[in-house]
């Protein structure tokens, strides 16, 4: 079951925030994040394991609340380098240890 | 360089020809996945090698047919392809399967955009 992303797009001007989220209809195990920019591979930036832990990475963190489905991707004072696609990807509870379901993205644009 | 590399990186075909994608990787890792990505769709996962066993097959036509000869090589081959297989493939490896949840970061190669004409 692919998850849902939103919002699909977003422009924010250098030093502002944003958030993206994240959200699946089944139970989940784990939610991993990755950012693709133009013409590049994607590049992980976080796991979450279901427990409701929240993690951080530089200025970029996200939180998982296992009982919502739900995960959050949050970009503080963004930088021009935040620019790009954000995908998250997610592991069902009790499906296949194999599969990770991407969404369709969330198109980040920072500008100056 | 993320350390898996693939080639080539583009390729035009017919679709009656027959041409393989090949993924490399040497970060030591026990899992390698063929993913799809299109304009229309997201990334798609096609297939999932672990230990060098193919355990996930989401789907695929079989016009596509991966091989996993060893631990660091993952091929893709491709035949009698039909336009709508244009896309972007992308390769990827990672220590553990996803639902390991440790060590399952996954490092993608910089993929192969296959035009089908």
């Known amino acids: 079951q692919q998850p849902v992303q939103s919002p699909q797009a977003v422009i924010l001007r250098e030093g502002e925030d944003a958030v993206i989220n994240c959200s699946s209809s089944?139970?989940?195990?784990?939610v991993h994040w990755y950012r693709q920019k133009h013409g590049e591979a994607p590049v992980f930036l976080m796991i979450?394991?279901?427990?409701?832990e929240q993690k951080g990475h530089e200025k970029i963190s996200a939180s998982f609340n296992e009982k919502k489905q739900q995960s959050s991707l949050y970009l503080t004072a963004s930088q021009l380098s935040y620019s790009g696609t954000y995908f998250c990807?997610?592991?069902?509870?009790?499906?296949?240890?194999?599969?990770?379901?991407f969404g369709k993205g969330t198109l980040l644009t920072v500008n100056p | 360089e993320t350390g898996v590399t693939q080639t080539p990186r583009h390729l035009v075909m017919g679709m009656t020809n027959k041409k393989s994608l090949k993924c490399e990787q040497h970060?030591?890792?026990?899992?390698m996945y063929w993913y799809k990505q299109s304009a229309k769709k997201p990334l798609e996962l096609m297939f999932v090698?672990?230990?060098?066993?193919?355990?996930e097959n989401n789907s695929v036509p079989s016009r596509f047919s991966p091989e996993c000869p060893n631990s660091s090589h993952l091929f893709l081959h491709l035949h009698t392809l039909q336009p709508e297989d244009s896309a972007l493939y992308l390769c990827?490896?990672?220590?553990?399967?996803?639902?390991?949840?440790?060590?399952?970061?996954?490092?993608f190669g910089q993929g192969t955009r296959l035009t089908v004409v």
């Open positions: 990827a490896s990672s220590q553990a399967v996803p639902g390991q949840g440790v060590n399952t970061e996954a490092f």
């Open positions: 089944k139970a989940l195990y784990s």
């Open positions: 979450l394991l279901k427990g409701g």
């Open positions: 990807g997610t592991v069902e509870s009790g499906g296949s240890n194999y599969k990770l379901t």
């Open positions: 970060l030591g890792h026990n899992a």
């Open positions: 090698y672990s230990l060098e066993e193919r355990v």
